[in-house]
């Protein structure tokens, strides 16, 4: 079965702290991987995708993610958090069979001055 | 440039009522899709569309019809709405092929 999970339901850091959000993913053949952003009352805002290439992906707002095939994860990076950077953050899989997306849970991040 | 927008931005109905979600995208987008937000669930696809006059469902379809009788407009229907209909819905649009999914702000639904 094709999924992704997100292990962590909130993660909390300091602001200027690295920060790391995780997902782990199962599918069949290469997968094509996803970072969404929500901002309280907002809909989903696009950060970055990982589909072939380097392992880490650059994408908005300073944020980056590893792929890790052996691991089966992608997880997002930032090396210094900012206060705005609190939101939910939902990670994405490509379903092989409808070509649809498949999507973690999400993680509340809160930065903390 | 609007991008996406859905009305209404809230509603609550009762039981049995019946009531469409209109979402409108103006990037010439053929893809669009419909989903439902549920709090620890994430994001789950209620139907989505390749193009003007298709339709598909998605993983919860179930309680929803949809229709995509313009490229730019993508209308999700309840008929007998539920108390397990409550949610947040969100449409999106994108590209063909291209999986960034631009989000409209979502319409915030309770059905007593």
């Known amino acids: 079965a094709q999924s992704v999970a997100q292990p962590e339901d909130q993660v909390n850091v300091a602001e200027g702290n690295p920060l790391t959000v995780k997902c782990t993913y199962s599918?069949?053949?290469?997968?094509?991987l996803f970072w969404y952003v929500q901002y309280p009352n907002r809909g989903l805002q696009f950060l970055l995708k990982?589909?072939?290439?380097d392992n880490l992906v650059k994408g908005s707002y300073g944020f980056e993610a590893e792929f890790n095939k052996s691991q089966t994860s992608f997880h997002l990076k930032k090396p210094s958090a900012l206060v705005s950077d609190s939101a939910l953050y939902f990670c994405?899989?490509?379903?092989?069979?409808?070509?649809?997306?498949?999507w973690g849970a999400g993680t509340k991040l809160i930065i903390k001055p | 440039n609007a991008g996406v927008t859905q009305t209404p931005k809230f509603r609550v109905l009762k039981t049995g009522q019946s009531m469409t979600l209109l979402c409108a995208q103006d990037?010439?987008?053929?893809?669009m899709y419909w989903y439902r937000q549920d709090p620890g669930m994430g994001l789950r696809l209620i139907h989505y569309?390749?193009?003007?006059?298709?339709?598909a469902k998605g993983e919860v379809p179930d309680g929803y019809n949809v229709s995509r009788l313009k490229k730019q407009n993508f209308l999700l229907g309840l008929e007998s709405a539920a108390p397990s209909q409550t949610s947040v819905y969100f449409c999106?649009?994108?590209?063909?092929?291209?999986?960034?999914?631009?989000f409209g702000p979502g319409t915030r639904l309770t059905v007593t």
């Open positions: 999106a649009s994108s590209l063909p092929g291209n999986y960034e999914q631009y």
């Open positions: 990037m010439n987008h053929e893809y």
């Open positions: 569309s390749v193009g003007e006059g298709t339709t």
């Open positions: 599918v069949s053949g290469n997968p094509y």
């Open positions: 990982y589909i072939t290439g």
């Open positions: 994405a899989v490509r379903d092989i069979r409808n070509y649809q997306l498949i």
